[in-house]
């Protein structure tokens, strides 16, 4: 009899430990997606900076060239220059 309660206990005890062991995992593999995920979102991020500031350089360059500043030579050769 005192071994069968005893064989209960240890049971629970090791149920619980495991329960607990899973949670742990999945917690962990949550944490993980969530970095990846928001890892991809920076670099979206980074690629909208740079091509915004591709564009506000582009925008100033073609003022430029309005008002006389620089030659077509000059604005075509910096704008291929900001492409790249």
Same mark, same amino acid.
Request: glycine share 4%.
């Given at each position: 009899m005192l071994s069968n309660i005893?064989?209960?206990?240890? *049971?629970?005890?090791?149920?619980?430990?495991?329960?607990i062991a899973v949670k742990a995992i999945t917690r962990g593999v949550e944490a993980k997606q969530a970095i990846k995920e928001e890892e991809k979102l920076d670099v979206i991020d980074n690629t909208e900076n740079q091509n915004l500031q591709m564009i506000d350089q582009i925008k100033n360059l073609k003022e430029l060239y309005d008002k006389?500043?620089?030659?077509?030579?000059? *604005? %075509? %050769?910096a704008k291929e220059k900001i492409l790249k």
């Open positions: 005893i064989y209960i206990v240890v *049971f629970l005890i090791l149920a619980f430990v495991l329960s006389g500043v620089i030659d077509e030579n000059e *604005f %075509k %050769k």
